[in-house]
């Protein structure tokens, strides 16, 4: 079992900046594969970016190239999102998740539909 807890949200304005962390805990070196979905309401599940652990190669949906950066600190077993440039759209609540699987199931933007595990999200309010 893996647990993972998000850590970060808030509020913030249009071209304001924000950095979610997740914690891994339990079995958490099971897991070579984490990421970050989010959730808005009366939108669909959208994933944001996924980072392969073990070569750190990474992955970004169109809409946050350019403005998020995922990243991996092995001796704390956690996961950041460095958000950048924020948009009134990029509003929702943001799950980190976690599993273990090969490559090309994780540098993608539906990681977090395959078998592992979830946070329970931390919300993410942009302002115009």
């Known amino acids: 079992q893996v647990q993972l807890e998000e850590a970060g949200g808030g509020s913030v304005q249009a071209e304001g900046s924000l950095t979610l962390s997740c914690v891994a805990s339990g079995d958490s070196y099971s897991s070579n594969c984490m990421g970050w979905f989010r959730q808005a309401p009366g939108k669909e599940r959208e994933g944001v970016a996924s980072?392969?652990?073990?070569?750190?190669?990474?992955y970004y949906a169109d809409s946050v190239k350019g403005r998020f950066t995922i990243s991996h600190d092995n001796a704390k077993n956690t996961v950041y999102l460095q958000m950048n440039s924020l948009k009134p759209e990029d509003t929702g609540k943001y799950y980190c998740?976690?599993?273990?699987?090969?490559?090309?199931?994780?540098?993608?933007?539906?990681?977090?539909?395959?078998?592992?595990?979830w946070g329970q999200g931390t919300q993410v309010t942009v302002s115009s």
């Open positions: 980072i392969y652990i073990g070569s750190g190669s990474t």
């Open positions: 998740a976690a599993r273990q699987g090969n490559w090309w199931s994780c540098l993608t933007g539906n990681m977090y539909t395959y078998p592992g595990y």
